[in-house]
Protein backbone atom coordinates (compact mmCIF):
# COMPACT_ATOMS: atom_id res chain seq x y z
CA UNK A 1 0.00 0.00 0.00
CA UNK A 2 1.17 3.85 -0.61
CA UNK A 3 0.06 6.77 0.66
CA UNK A 4 0.18 9.91 -1.75
CA UNK A 5 0.22 13.40 -0.33
CA UNK A 6 0.36 16.81 -2.46
CA UNK A 7 1.41 20.11 -1.04
CA UNK A 8 2.60 23.22 -2.44
CA UNK A 9 -0.34 24.10 -4.19
CA UNK A 10 -1.84 28.09 -4.18
CA UNK A 11 -2.59 31.17 -6.13
CA UNK A 12 0.06 32.97 -8.36
CA UNK A 13 0.33 35.70 -10.74
CA UNK A 14 0.71 34.86 -14.89
CA UNK A 15 4.25 34.24 -15.14
CA UNK A 16 5.11 32.97 -11.91
CA UNK A 17 5.94 29.62 -10.61
CA UNK A 18 5.25 26.74 -7.89
CA UNK A 19 6.91 23.78 -6.40
CA UNK A 20 4.23 20.97 -5.94
CA UNK A 21 5.50 17.88 -3.67
CA UNK A 22 4.47 14.15 -2.73
CA UNK A 23 5.44 12.63 -0.35
CA UNK A 24 4.75 8.91 -0.69
CA UNK A 25 4.48 6.05 2.56
CA UNK A 26 5.74 2.48 1.96
CA UNK A 27 9.12 0.89 1.19
CA UNK A 28 8.34 0.43 -2.64
CA UNK A 29 8.54 4.35 -3.76
CA UNK A 30 12.19 3.81 -5.48
CA UNK A 31 10.45 1.05 -7.20
CA UNK A 32 7.49 3.01 -8.45
CA UNK A 33 7.17 4.61 -11.37
CA UNK A 34 5.51 8.71 -10.49
CA UNK A 35 2.75 10.34 -12.02
CA UNK A 36 1.65 14.59 -12.19
CA UNK A 37 -1.80 14.96 -13.60
CA UNK A 38 -4.36 17.52 -13.40
CA UNK A 39 -7.91 18.41 -13.61
CA UNK A 40 -9.83 21.30 -14.24
CA UNK A 41 -13.70 21.87 -13.30
CA UNK A 42 -15.32 20.40 -16.18
CA UNK A 43 -12.54 18.47 -17.83
CA UNK A 44 -11.19 15.31 -18.02
CA UNK A 45 -7.94 14.45 -15.73
CA UNK A 46 -5.09 14.75 -18.13
CA UNK A 47 -1.41 13.61 -18.38
CA UNK A 48 1.21 16.41 -17.31
CA UNK A 49 4.59 14.15 -16.62
CA UNK A 50 6.05 11.51 -15.14
CA UNK A 51 9.33 10.02 -14.07
CA UNK A 52 10.17 6.10 -14.14
CA UNK A 53 12.18 4.94 -11.21
CA UNK A 54 15.40 5.48 -13.03
CA UNK A 55 14.94 8.99 -13.50
CA UNK A 56 13.50 9.04 -16.96
CA UNK A 57 11.07 11.86 -17.45
CA UNK A 58 7.93 12.71 -20.06
CA UNK A 59 6.08 15.67 -20.41
CA UNK A 60 2.51 17.03 -22.55
CA UNK A 61 3.08 18.82 -24.76
CA UNK A 62 0.95 21.85 -22.93
CA UNK A 63 3.63 22.20 -20.21
CA UNK A 64 7.19 21.03 -22.35
CA UNK A 65 9.64 23.31 -21.18
CA UNK A 66 8.23 24.78 -18.37
CA UNK A 67 7.57 22.21 -16.10
CA UNK A 68 9.61 19.64 -14.31
CA UNK A 69 9.37 16.40 -12.87
CA UNK A 70 11.97 15.24 -10.37
CA UNK A 71 12.42 12.82 -7.70
CA UNK A 72 14.24 11.98 -4.24
CA UNK A 73 14.08 8.46 -3.38
CA UNK A 74 16.23 8.98 -0.29
CA UNK A 75 13.22 11.44 0.78
CA UNK A 76 10.29 9.58 -0.53
CA UNK A 77 9.08 13.17 -2.35
CA UNK A 78 8.43 13.54 -6.39
CA UNK A 79 8.70 17.15 -7.01
CA UNK A 80 6.94 19.28 -9.48
CA UNK A 81 8.70 22.60 -10.48
CA UNK A 82 6.14 24.75 -12.52
CA UNK A 83 7.69 27.98 -14.49
CA UNK A 84 5.84 30.55 -16.47
CA UNK A 85 2.84 29.45 -15.03
CA UNK A 86 -0.43 30.14 -17.66
CA UNK A 87 -3.92 30.50 -16.44
CA UNK A 88 -4.61 27.21 -18.67
CA UNK A 89 -2.37 25.46 -16.29
CA UNK A 90 -5.45 26.52 -13.24
CA UNK A 91 -6.45 23.08 -11.79
CA UNK A 92 -6.39 20.48 -9.18
CA UNK A 93 -3.03 18.56 -9.62
CA UNK A 94 -2.88 14.76 -8.33
CA UNK A 95 0.38 12.89 -7.72
CA UNK A 96 -0.07 9.06 -9.04
CA UNK A 97 1.87 5.80 -8.33
CA UNK A 98 2.37 2.79 -10.31
CA UNK A 99 4.38 -0.38 -10.00
CA UNK A 100 6.39 -0.22 -13.45
CA UNK A 101 6.97 2.16 -15.78
CA UNK A 102 5.02 4.94 -16.28
CA UNK A 103 2.26 5.62 -18.37
CA UNK A 104 -0.06 8.45 -19.80
CA UNK A 105 -3.06 6.73 -19.01
CA UNK A 106 -4.54 8.10 -15.57
CA UNK A 107 -6.32 4.73 -15.24
CA UNK A 108 -3.59 2.66 -15.32
CA UNK A 109 -2.06 4.55 -11.78
CA UNK A 110 -2.69 2.15 -8.71
CA UNK A 111 -2.66 5.01 -6.05
CA UNK A 112 -3.10 8.78 -5.75
CA UNK A 113 -3.17 11.15 -3.39
CA UNK A 114 -5.98 13.73 -2.34
CA UNK A 115 -4.94 16.62 -4.83
CA UNK A 116 -3.71 19.93 -5.01
CA UNK A 117 -5.70 23.28 -5.97
CA UNK A 118 -3.16 25.11 -8.52
CA UNK A 119 -4.26 28.83 -9.55
CA UNK A 120 -3.45 30.80 -11.92
CA UNK A 121 -4.76 34.38 -12.14
CA UNK A 122 -4.46 37.24 -14.62
Known amino acids: QVQLVESGGGLVQTGGSLRLSCAAS????????MGWFRQAPGKEREFVAA???????YYADSVKGRFTVSRDNAKNTVYLQMNSLKPEDTAVYYC????????????????WGQGTQVTVST
Open 51 to 57: ISSGGST
Open 26 to 33: GRTFSSNA
Open 96 to 111: AAKRGYFSLSYYRYDY
